[in-house]
């Protein structure tokens, strides 16, 4: 489990040359894996994180109009995307900061790559949902039910627990079980690291360029054929408008799936392949995998998500309404003091009036 032992907090906070036996040398403090701006940059898209997904989760609540089988899917997705910012980015933290901390690491890979792997697995669904949607229409309240939804989701989040937990079964518990392991056991975890890149990544990839390479040629052939059939030029322009921004959004989902996922996987292979840490990755570059591996739980919200028709709708009205409110409350307390001072005014005129009929009688 060696992409277990070498994230623990002693090799982190070494410099780049340090290896296993060099954990008693003082740290340079530019040579610190968890600098200040490094750490600033991660809480924020933490916060990002929390933000643009409890947007999701907190809209599904708020109307019932949005619970269909296809947003049930992006509810979940939201959820793993959720507790990989507000417990993941901590346990990186612990992992990264505390001495002798190596449960905490150890607890903190397996988190990560569980919530990795739900991400790939829930991104998966929500790409076969569209694909139905749009390829076969009309199957598509037959095929995808609420029932069968919930049905899927439980085995992705099943399915992610079993696949980032069972590498735990060739190990024991204790920590010198973890640290030390012989060439048979370092093998299973290269076989491991393999099955990972190519169950999690290259398969998944090969499965978003089909489909949405199918829709992408499917909604093409839609909007030529409208052009075609209406003289009217200002309706296909505004339908051409949409058929490219959805397509830029699917281009830019596999862009994110594999700028940031292949790093990921990657990395776990090449700690298995390397014999020695005598010539690491740069540390630049392991920030840079870091940060990479917090973007895709930031922009699945936004890409998947938000930038659907009917969010999008709910959204505004409910900011709507939110300004709305605001305003109303403005306006009844401006025409509330104003109706104060109107009476304060009549209320000193008739007091003057009293006065001034009681000198003139006198």
Known sequence: MREISDTTSNTLNKSVGANNGSNNSEVDPDLRFLTLPLVLVIAFIGILIATVNSLVIFLMYKKKTLRTPTNVFL?????????????????????????????????????????????????????????????????????????????????????????????????GLNESDLRDYDATTENIDLQYSRACLVLFFGIPLFLMCFIYGRIFYISFTHMENDRRLTNALQQPRCLRRREWRGSSVLLMMVVIFTGCWLPFFLQMLNDHKESSLLSPMPLWATRLLVILRFIPPFSNPLLCTLSKHDFRSVFKTAVFQKILMGLSIEVTEQITLNTRASQSMHSETNRFRSVSSAMNSH
């Open 75 to 171: 509810a979940s997705l939201a959820v793993s995307d959720l507790i990989s910012g507000v417990v993941g980015i901590p346990l990186f933290f612990v992992c990264s900061k505390v001495e002798r901390g190596f449960y905490s690491c150890v607890s903190s890979a397996i988190f990560i790559r569980f919530t990795a792997i739900s991400s790939v697995c829930h991104v998966l669904l929500v790409a076969y949902d569209r694909y139905i949607h749009i390829v076969h229409p009309l199957q598509h309240t037959y095929v995808i039910t609420k029932r069968r939804a919930i049905g899927a989701i439980f085995f992705a989040w099943l399915f992610s627990f079993a696949a980032s937990v069972i590498q735990l079964s060739w190990y």
